[in-house]
């Protein structure tokens, strides 16, 4: 029996059918009767043996109810999961995160319903990445497939994965911002209204978003006649897959649009360092990773992931990157792709990162709750707070440690050339960003264990451990 | 060709399909289920065409290959 009471995840409360419970660093989920009927109809199949032992689904083994205690008392079956690194939301995923993951939950289901099981619902929020690998983790969104049926959730899988992949491929505007203002994705309506005559003119677009608006439209004025139609028809299996593949068809061919010359997406090869700094650099990181041996590692401003890649090749276990531009973001989720890594790169605007919202404002976790390292590193990231956002260097700095006990910080001074041009056309208020004042004030408040100038115009690494 | 001839299906059917002004929420997924039972219609139409093109080609195909072509085969590839 466990010491401690089990915890309800906030965020689980839509599905009747079934909770979320943390204990103790395990994930666990209690069954209704109906849910656990549904449950054992999907396993008796095979296929959820084979999509766990594939990684397409999360490690799920049935254990003594008694373990939740008395809330497992209630429980028909309860189920014990295993945890995902770090949780992340679709509004913190880069297009290519997005796209991977749309396309992941066509082939679950195309596989699924060839075992004839299909999937309650379509939402993004079922989907984690281990690295740069998808995963789902709602076993109870699977139940036996009834032949006829309709795709329930086709609606909610255009407004959570689709709409908000052509929202940037076709208008150049990237997701997140959105999907964080309205954590159901892109309604259909607002996606129609949004739409150029163009994008029209691919058939799939049209289907998707124009015309089943304007069914959409047209059922909200004629209910009974668009019920009895519903009901008259019904969609066959071979029709039910055709759909799925032809959406699979369809995303796999967006791209995002991009503006021209992305701020950071060449910053590894269009950047003011000399080569030698560049090496100092990934030097120090790769002495401090050896010495920290971090499980979590955040890479605040990783860019394309050049020293998350240092830091996994020193020893960090698993790296979580967080950067604000796309097209950074876009690659660095493709080397971690290519490469196998364990890094997850994610959207986060540092100076407004994601807060806790939704339901009560419990279920979806900010980033605050979230993002708890075992070490840090935030690298040509201080001036943009500082500067580019006019943070004071004392909350910059407070931000930062409280994120991680150990990190290296880098800080930038006036002199070198891009303060100097984020300075060109303001007037520099900024009178106490210098670097004696950096480090007094993280002196204060952390052991300096390692300081280390990298270039003539004074950029330096320190590296901290909390007092 | 089956792609082409959904699209000018779908435009048709959708300029024929009268729009009045929504005045009430009724239910978010109503317009996805009435496009799945009208793709369901499509597939079925458009799996049907393609029946019969292919027995069309397989006329002229008979025709042009000549005897060359086994009987036992051609009623394989008939029913695949």
Not at chain 1, 115 to 141: C, K, R
Not at chain 2, 18 to 31: F, N
């Given at each position: 029996?466990?010491?401690?009471?089990?915890?309800?995840?906030?965020?689980?409360?839509?599905?009747?059918?079934?909770?979320?419970?943390?204990?103790?660093?395990?994930v666990y989920r209690s069954l209704t009767p109906t849910a656990a009927a549904a449950f054992e109809a999907v396993r008796r199949t095979g296929v959820l043996d084979s999509l766990i032992s594939e990684r397409w689904i999360v490690r799920t083994e049935t254990v003594d109810p008694g373990v939740l205690?008395?809330?497992?008392?209630?429980?028909?079956?309860?189920?014990?999961?295993?945890?995902?690194?770090?949780?992340?939301?679709?509004?913190?995923?880069?297009?290519?995160?997005?796209?991977?993951?749309?396309?992941?939950?066509?082939?679950?289901?195309?596989?699924?319903?060839?075992?004839?099981?299909?999937?309650?619902?379509?939402?993004?929020?079922?989907?984690?990445?281990?690295?740069?690998?998808?995963?789902?983790?709602?076993?109870?969104?699977?139940r036996p497939y009834q032949e006829g049926e309709y795709w329930q959730a086709h609606r909610q899988f255009c407004e959570q994965f689709l709409h908000p992949l052509l929202l940037h491929s076709v208008l150049g505007i990237p997701h997140n911002a959105w999907f964080r203002g309205n954590l159901d994705?892109?309604?259909?309506?607002?996606?129609?209204?949004?739409?150029?005559?163009?994008?029209?003119?691919?058939?799939?677009?049209?289907?998707?978003?124009?015309?089943?608006?304007?069914?959409?439209?047209?059922?909200?004025?004629?209910?009974?006649?668009?019920?009895?139609?519903?009901?008259?028809?019904?969609?066959?299996?071979?029709?039910?897959?055709?759909?799925?593949?032809?959406?699979?068809?369809?995303?796999?061919?967006?791209?995002?649009?991009?503006?021209?010359?992305?701020?950071?997406?060449?910053?590894?090869?269009?950047?003011?360092?000399?080569?030698?700094?560049?090496?100092?650099?990934?030097?120090?990181?790769?002495?401090?990773?050896?010495?920290?041996?971090?499980?979590?590692?955040?890479?605040?401003?990783?860019?394309?992931?050049?020293?998350?890649?240092?830091?996994?090749?020193?020893?960090?276990?698993?790296?979580?990157?967080?950067?604000?531009?796309?097209?950074?973001?876009?690659?660095?989720?493709?080397?971690?792709?290519?490469?196998?890594?364990?890094?997850?790169?994610?959207?986060?605007?540092?100076?407004?990162?994601?807060?806790?919202?939704?339901?009560?404002?419990?279920?979806?976790?900010?980033?605050?709750?979230?993002?708890?390292?075992?070490?840090?590193?935030?690298?040509?990231?201080?001036?943009?707070?500082?500067?580019?956002?006019?943070?004071p260097l004392d909350q910059v700095i407070n931000a930062l440690i409280g994120m991680a006990p150990r990190g290296v910080i880098e800080f930038v001074p006036k002199a070198d050339p891009t303060v100097q041009k984020m300075l060109a056309l303001r007037e520099d208020i900024f009178c106490d960003y210098?670097?004696?004042?950096?480090?007094?004030?993280?002196?204060?408040?952390?052991?300096?264990?390692?300081?280390?100038?990298?270039?003539?115009?004074?950029?330096?690494?320190?590296?901290?451990?909390?007092? | 060709?089956?792609?082409?001839?959904?699209?000018?299906?779908?435009?048709?059917?959708?300029?024929?399909?009268?729009?009045?002004?929504?005045?009430?929420?009724?239910?978010?997924?109503?317009?996805?289920?009435?496009?799945?039972?009208?793709?369901?219609?499509?597939?079925?139409?458009?799996?049907?065409?393609?029946?019969?093109?292919?027995?069309?080609?397989?006329?002229?195909?008979?025709?042009?290959?000549?005897?060359?072509?086994?009987?036992?085969?051609?009623?394989?590839?008939?029913?695949?």
């Open positions: 029996m466990h010491g401690k009471n089990p915890e309800r995840v906030p965020g689980s409360f839509r599905d009747p059918g079934s909770h979320v419970y943390l204990l103790e660093e395990s205690g008395e809330i497992g008392q209630s429980a028909t079956l309860v189920l014990q999961h295993e945890k995902v690194p770090f949780l992340s939301y679709p509004y913190e995923w880069s297009f290519a995160q997005l796209r991977s993951a749309a396309l992941f939950h066509l082939d679950l289901h195309l596989r699924l319903l060839e075992y004839g099981i299909t999937l309650n619902d379509s939402t993004a929020y079922n989907l984690q990445f281990v690295g740069a690998a998808p995963i789902f983790i709602d076993v109870t969104s699977l994705g892109l309604p259909l309506d607002q996606m129609a209204a949004l739409s150029p005559w163009w994008a029209c003119l691919d058939w799939r677009f049209f289907l998707h978003v124009v015309m089943q608006n304007r069914l959409q439209q047209w059922a909200e004025t004629k209910r009974d006649t668009a019920a009895a139609r519903v009901r008259r028809h019904g969609l066959s299996r071979t029709a039910f897959m055709a759909l799925l593949r032809q959406l699979r068809r369809f995303i796999k061919k967006l791209a995002p649009r991009h503006p021209k010359g992305s701020t950071w997406g060449e910053y590894a090869t269009h950047n003011t360092y000399e080569a030698g700094e560049s090496e100092a650099k990934r030097k120090f990181v790769g002495s401090f990773i050896q010495r920290a041996r971090p499980r979590l590692l955040l890479d605040l401003g990783c860019n394309t992931g050049d020293y998350s890649v240092v830091a996994l090749q020193h020893g960090a276990d698993y790296v979580v990157g967080f950067d604000a531009d796309q097209q950074a973001l876009n690659a660095a989720f493709h080397r971690s792709h290519r490469e196998h890594l364990a890094f997850l790169p994610l959207y986060q605007d540092l100076a407004n990162p994601s807060p806790d919202q939704g339901w009560k404002q419990l279920e979806r976790s900010g980033l605050g709750n979230r993002a708890r390292g075992q070490a840090l590193l935030a690298l040509a990231l201080v001036h943009h707070l500082a500067i580019g956002r006019n943070i210098t670097s004696d004042a950096f480090e007094r004030l993280l002196g204060q408040q952390t052991q300096i264990v390692e300081k280390q100038t990298i270039s003539a115009s004074g950029r330096t690494l320190y590296a901290y451990e909390l007092l | 060709m089956q792609s082409y001839l959904m699209v000018v299906q779908l435009l048709l059917w959708s300029l024929a399909w009268p729009v009045q002004e929504a005045y009430a929420y009724l239910d978010p997924g109503t317009g996805s289920l009435l496009l799945q039972s009208l793709f369901a219609i499509v597939a079925i139409i458009g799996a049907g065409i393609s029946l019969f093109w292919e027995r069309v080609r397989g006329l002229f195909h008979k025709r042009s290959a000549g005897d060359a072509t086994p009987e036992r085969n051609r009623d394989a590839r008939e029913e695949s």
